[in-house]
């Protein structure tokens, strides 16, 4: 990944994405507003597509919640959490024209009215975040959660308010800029390589030309992955002249090696696709006793087993209209590369320019939906990364 650098405001001007973060009333995970009302000028706030970022919820501790309460006329918001001490609110309102804060109904009748992100001695604070983000930041952290050997598992929204808290109480201690304390994932930083990391480092230039589009399209969007991956697939046919060396087993097969391929193929079913790549690359005999053939890349796709930021891929619709292999009892996977194709959507950051040809029309919503899944796993690697280093 290549270096940021912070954006420096332009002769002053300030997108009004800018202005909604300075004032606290951005999501802290993608960067974007919950209002586009005067922002995107050249849009209809009204128009579906950007709806997702009028769905918002409220993230924090309970006593954090509480604090940050201003009215509730003796009412009482319903928590959604199930986790003892988290508090996650029903869709909350806001409106940037309005009060400034955020509007929640009472289990009775009514509003509550909860300010966010500010800061009170020894307490957190509360968290306005875009649902499609809580809910892809969760998927990454289970995710992550799954790749830990012997590791505790907790509940991910516990770990995703944990998470903010703790980088909104550094950022608050150490924060040199009064205006970005409320930047926690450097989202106000501009990669030479990967361009700005959110609307709020975008320059002008940037903005007039409607680059902010792919940051304001939902990540849940799942409509067009599938196409996508099936314009990669058509880009990368199989190499039939493959003409590797033939592996060849040079000792007698022992232990785990000497198992019918029934039963291992039986085995491999269980394994988490990690375990599987692992067992293949033990031995000249595993290697060839399991073979990661374009079919189980495929099938690892699919049900996103070795993809977890793609999930529900529909890889039969994908091969339906592609040419076929003249042989008709091949699997259709015969004919496409899916291992090339497997190893590319793994990258969740893509560079401005100079990227692989079949990357040239990533489709937004999983454009977005890959920076915020990266945003979070590495946070997470950096968090495990720096308690480890406290534990040596
Ligand atoms: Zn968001």
């Known amino acids: 990944m290549g270096s940021f650098v912070s954006t420096q405001t332009e002769e002053g001007w300030k997108s009004d994405a800018r202005h909604a973060m300075e004032a606290g009333r951005f999501c802290v995970i993608c960067g974007g507003p919950f209002d586009i009302e005067g922002n995107v000028y050249t849009n209809d706030p009204k128009d579906p597509r950007f709806q997702w970022l009028y769905d918002l919820r409220l993230l924090g501790d309970v006593r954090d919640a509480n604090n940050h309460m201003i009215a509730s006329a003796g009412l009482i918001a319903t928590n959604q959490s199930e986790i003892p001490d988290i508090f996650l609110s029903e869709p909350a309102l806001f409106n940037e024209t309005a009060s400034g804060y955020f509007r929640v109904a009472g289990q009775t009748q009514g509003e509550i009215w909860f300010e966010a992100l500010s800061y009170g001695t020894g307490y957190g604070t509360l968290f306005p975040l875009h649902a499609a983000c809580i809910t892809t930041s969760c998927r990454a952290i289970e995710h992550h959660q799954s790749r830990r050997r012997n590791g505790k598992r907790n509940h991910a929204l516990a770990i995703l308010s944990r998470l903010l808290n703790t980088r909104f109480a550094k950022r608050n201690s150490h924060a040199d800029d ?111 006793r399991i073979p990661l053939d374009t079919a189980f890349w495929r099938n690892s796709l699919r049900d996103g087993s070795l993809h977890p930021h793609i999930w529900d891929l529909d890889t039969k619709w994908i091969e339906h209209q592609l040419p076929q292999s003249d042989v008709l009892s091949l699997d259709p996977a015969a004919s496409w590369d899916w291992k090339s194709v497997a190893k590319l959507l793994a990258k969740k950051r893509f560079p401005v320019s100079g990227r692989d040809s079949r990357l040239v029309d990533v489709p937004n919503a999983f454009w977005n939906r890959c920076r915020i899944w990266a945003t979070i796993e590495e946070a997470l690697q950096e968090q495990d990364a720096a308690k480890s280093s406290m534990s040596q």
């Open 178 to 288: 009064s205006c970005e304390v409320n930047d926690l994932f450097s989202l106000c930083s501009y990669s030479p390589v990967y361009g700005p990391r959110s609307v709020l480092a975008m320059t002008r230039l940037e903005w007039w030309g409607g680059e902010y589009d792919r940051f304001y399209t939902d990540p849940s969007d799942e409509s067009g992955t599938a196409l996508f991956v099936q314009d990669v697939l058509r880009a990368s046919p199989l190499d039939t002249l493959d003409c590797s060396y033939p592996l060849r087993v040079t000792r007698q097969p022992e232990r785990l090696e000497r198992l019918p391929t029934e039963l291992l193929d039986e085995i491999c079913l269980y394994l988490p696709v990690q375990s599987v790549i692992a067992l293949h690359r033990t031995s000249k005999a595993l290697t060839i």
